[in-house]
């Protein structure tokens, strides 16, 4: 599964869209996991990032089933999960797609298929799958079981950042301030880093602090800069603390 950053260090460009790959996948075991003895939350992850076809909205048996297979997952028996996602995913439950799409891309219970992968992320980002969304722009980054598009990154990452997904936040940041599949935009980075910043991102909040460091596509402020290198700082973020030592040494 796909859940990769592409982090800015000091305002220069490092791409490092293969960082967090199994991150998404790890919080949706633990959630389930938190929740093993209960069949009903087991559900949940990602419900509410949902707009379409979720659990709450399928037919009473493809609700059920759908809980099921979601049991399997969480324990680690994605190959009866799989069985059980399949059919659902083809009957258009966005979530059963989401899932299926995990399977391939790690090659749980299935040998890993990036292409599959791919083509459920895509129906379920069709959909309106927040995580999908993104995830399928992730493939179009990197040419990985689709093709390589940074327009179509671009495209499903802002519609994941506009229903809040940080990563995609934070990737849209990337792309506008290197004029990568979109114009060169630095106020469009203050922007969207501005969101994820808020949602306690602390790559987003050193580099939101790096450009008001500079002046890049914001009004220079020295003030606001140290704030967000304070906040990205108390979080454990390295380049943050090197930033604030620098600034004190230089003064």
């Known amino acids: 599964m796909r859940n990769q950053k592409t982090t800015l260090r000091a305002i220069s460009h490092r791409a490092n869209w293969k960082r967090f790959r199994s991150v998404i996948s790890f919080l949706i075991l633990l959630t389930c996991l938190i929740v093993a003895g209960s069949v009903d939350a087991a ?18 048996y493809y609700r059920q089933m759908l809980k ?54 895509r ?43 940080v990563n995609a936040q934070f990737n849209l940041g990337i792309m506008y301030l290197r004029g990568e599949g979109i114009r060169h935009d630095p106020s469009e980075a203050v922007h969207w880093w501005g969101k994820a910043a808020a949602q306690g991102d602390p ?17 220079r402020d020295v003030t606001v800069a140290l704030n967000w290198w304070t906040r990205a700082a108390a979080q454990g973020f390295e380049q943050a603390i090197v930033a604030l030592r620098d600034y004190h040494v230089a003064e």
């Open 203 to 219: 790559a987003a909040q050193y580099n939101l602090g790096a450009l008001y460091a500079s002046g890049q596509g914001v009004l």
């Open 123 to 165: 129906r379920a980002a069709k959909l309106g799958h927040v995580e999908a969304q993104y995830n399928i722009g992730v493939a179009h980054a990197n040419g990985d079981g689709a093709e390589q598009s940074l327009v179509d990154a671009v495209r499903w990452w802002r519609a994941a950042a506009m229903s809040g997904n």
């Open 68 to 121: 099921y297979a979601l049991v399997a997952y969480a324990r680690g028996d994605h190959e009866k999960a799989y069985h059980r996602l399949l059919p659902l995913a083809q009957q258009d439950v966005v979530d059963a797609q989401y899932y299926l799409a995990t399977l391939h891309d790690g090659g749980r219970g299935i040998v890993a298929n990036s292409a599959m992968a791919a083509y459920w992320y």
């Open 43 to 60: 559900i949940k992850p990602y419900g509410e990032q949902s707009r379409a076809t979720t659990q709450s909205e399928v037919e009473p």
